[in-house]
């Protein structure tokens, strides 16, 4: 398990991602997760043109040229929802020349989604490690707002999960841990490179978690 620090390039300027640098190095922070990140939700056509780093991309490349940082990208299974399917492959492509080192997925919940969306940037000749985002569900109205912001899908098996349990939190909690836990399995067994939990400071959930899958994580 490593550190992964997050870093936004909204708005900022070189500058501004200067001093944050220097932070990261000051503390020994090797591994960087580059994103564009989301406008405010009113945000002004001035505001969208403004900083330095108007793609993850710009990014990606600035941190490459200033430390020998690991830089890991974001992907979306099931398509960013500000672009459609054909852009978001030709961004994916983008950020991995830029120098995306490894790349980690926004979260989904249906594992025949991500092995589709494998199939295309294979055909694109994109060969970096990839991990799947993973959020283990412990409450329904989180996920309903999660899903709405992000506009990843629910299967069917798992709506049932939510309906069933939405109004008995210990009863979600468990049927959610093990939905994640079977859904990191098949993932694992599938041949995913890697698996990056979204915790949501949930450390009991999390533990619970990797406790049910420490053989195979070391198989």
């Known amino acids: 398990i490593e550190s992964l620090a997050h870093l936004t390039g909204v ?9 944050i640098i220097e932070e990261y190095q000051k503390n020994n922070i090797e591994n960087i997760l580059s994103l564009r990140g989301d406008f405010p939700k009113d945000a002004s056509e001035e505001f969208k043109k403004s900083g330095e780093f108007h793609y993850a991309s710009d990014l990606t490349s600035y941190l490459k040229s200033k430390g020998d940082f690991s830089v890991a990208g974001a992907y979306y299974p099931e398509t960013h929802f500000e672009n459609n399917d054909l852009m978001d492959l030709f961004n994916l492509k983008k950020k991995v020349d830029a120098g995306t080192d490894f790349l980690i997925s926004q979260i989904f919940f249906d594992n ?22 993973i959020l283990p569900v412990t409450n329904a109205k989180q996920i309903k707002r999660i899903t709405s912001l992000c506009g990843c899908s629910i299967p069917p ?21 093990a939905y994640t836990i079977e859904q990191i399995i098949d993932l694992i067994s599938w041949g995913i490179d890697g698996i990056h939990l979204y915790t949501m400071n949930k450390v009991d959930t999390t533990k619970k978690i990797m406790d049910n899958i420490s053989h195979i994580r070391n198989d």
């Open 11 to 19: 708005g900022a300027t070189k500058k501004e991602i200067d001093t």
């Open 112 to 133: 025949e989604i991500l092995y589709r969306f494998k199939e295309k940037t294979d055909k694109l000749g994109i060969n970096i490690p990839f991990s799947a985002g």
């Open 157 to 177: 098996k798992f709506q049932r999960i939510l309906d069933k349990y939405e109004d008995k939190p210990e009863a979600l909690t468990e049927a959610g841990v």
